[in-house]
């Protein structure tokens, strides 16, 4: 069965995914592209990235009890203007962060976390554009090991 395990079980739990932010912003700090991006962030920033990707990935809801949920994640990235090359490198430092933390590689698991960030970032560049006026109240997402359906639209 897929869903014997969550997400966040198989990554490893609270502990795995807290390494995996730590070495991220690591590679960003030192990264051409994404160290001025991220110049400012609050210095718990990776705890807070940590705790969000815990909740989607089907573990506790930290983030959403602890540190404002979906509304503050979204206030985050509004007007920032995040390009697609910034997007992009984002994808690839946690990609080389889930191997440096050593994240299990096996293909279920890497194609849903890749899944994850794919969808995440594009989101993420859409909201930041200038001028975007997306939805501010939804809950966290919930990620799992399935395939997700052609997107329609919003409809009524
Ligand atoms: C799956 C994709 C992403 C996830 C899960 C994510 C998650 C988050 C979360 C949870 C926060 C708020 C942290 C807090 O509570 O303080 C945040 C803030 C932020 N995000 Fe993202 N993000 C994603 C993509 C991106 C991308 C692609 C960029 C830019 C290249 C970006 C840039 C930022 C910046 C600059 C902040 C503010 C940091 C601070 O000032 O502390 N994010 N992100």
């Known amino acids: ?18 390494k995996l932010c730590e070495a991220f912003y690591q590679r960003v700090h030192d990264d051409e592209v ?5 110049a400012g962030m609050h210095p718990d ?5 940590a705790l969000w990707l815990g909740e989607v990935f089907g573990g506790p809801a930290g983030y ?3 540190r404002g949920g979906y509304p503050h994640m979204l206030r985050m990235h509004l007007g920032r203007a995040i390009t697609e090359p910034q997007r992009r490198r984002w994808v690839n430092l946690m990609q080389d962060a889930a191997d440096e933390v050593g ?11 890749v899944g994850y960030l794919e969808w995440g970032t594009r989101l993420a560049v859409e909201n ?9 109240d939804a809950p966290v997402p919930k990620w799992g090991w399935g395939v997700a359906p052609p997107y329609r639209g919003s409809v009524a």
């Open 64 to 66: 959403t009890t602890e």
């Open 1 to 18: 069965m897929t869903d014997e395990y969550t997400l966040f079980e198989w990554a490893g739990g609270a502990g795995a995914l807290g």
């Open 45 to 49: 920033h990776p705890k807070y990235v």
């Open 103 to 113: 994240l299990p590689g096996d293909p279920e698991f890497r194609a849903a976390f």
């Open 128 to 136: 930041s554009r200038p001028g975007a006026d997306p939805v501010r």
């Open 34 to 38: 994404l160290a001025p991006v991220f």
